[in-house]
């Protein structure tokens, strides 16, 4: 049973550009969250998806956006990219109002 | 506000003594706690959890924290610290239907010889 399931693992962007980031969720799992870690923080909470709708939302801008489709994987997109979303991306999927989440283990965003 | 702080960033202890991780959280309702350990290039795998009941919760790899309400603390505990433990420790706090989370900075551990 694969576990959570992140790509790309590193990713080089510039400024001012786009970037997808993909998610696949635990076998059986229908919830899927979107963190950004940057260095040396913890991991603060952007968005929650269920349903392929956004559920909750963490304070962070429009520029970050994202899509959960009807197999449960998720996408993560920033526009407009800054040298402050230099961070390590990561995607957690649970079930419904569990508990219980399942990180992956990121993708490392770089904005030059 | 719903937050959670770390007071230590790093903390050095030996192999075979004793390791305390502090964690102080502030959130307006019933607190739902988390630990969770992160490793050099993995994801977050979770230590133990507590919701209500025994205020002293026990986790995988040895790992047990205390929840104190008058202190609004859930440290982590361990009577005696493998070199296998190092690792970057982070103390979560979850909404009550689990749809957001918030983690504190977290601590680094390294275990000396």
């Known amino acids: 049973d694969a576990g959570v399931t992140q790509s790309p693992t590193h990713l080089i962007k510039t400024r001012g550009q786009q970037v997808t980031l993909r998610c696949s969720p635990k076998s059986g799992h229908d919830t899927v969250s979107w963190y950004q870690q940057a260095l040396g923080q913890g991991p603060q909470f952007i968005f929650q998806?269920?349903?392929?709708?956004?559920?909750q939302r963490g304070n962070f801008p429009d520029r970050f956006s994202g899509h959960q489709f009807p197999n449960y994987s998720s996408e993560l997109n920033v526009n407009a990219l800054l040298l402050g979303d230099s961070a390590l991306y990561l995607c957690?999927?649970?079930?419904?109002?569990?508990?219980?989440?399942?990180f992956g283990p990121g993708t490392r965003l770089t904005v030059l | 506000a719903q937050s959670v702080t770390q007071p230590d960033i790093h903390i050095t202890v030996s192999e075979g003594a004793s390791l305390e991780l502090r964690c102080n959280y502030s959130?307006?309702?019933?607190?739902?706690l988390f630990w969770y350990v992160q490793s050099p290039g993995q994801g977050l795998q979770l230590l133990l959890k507590?919701?209500?009941?025994?205020?002293l919760v026990q986790g995988i790899k040895g790992f047990e924290a205390e929840f104190k309400r008058s202190q609004s603390s859930f440290n982590l505990r361990k009577p005696s610290v493998h070199w296998s433990d190092a690792a970057e420790y982070f103390c979560?706090?979850?909404?009550?239907?689990?749809?957001?989370?918030?983690f504190g900075s977290g601590t680094k551990l390294n275990v000396k010889p």
């Open positions: 957690a999927s649970s079930l419904q109002d569990s508990d219980t989440q399942y």
């Open positions: 998806y269920y349903e392929e709708e956004e559920r």
């Open positions: 507590y919701f209500s009941g025994d205020t």
């Open positions: 959130y307006g309702a019933t607190p739902y």
């Open positions: 979560a706090v979850g909404s009550y239907n689990f749809n957001k989370f918030y």
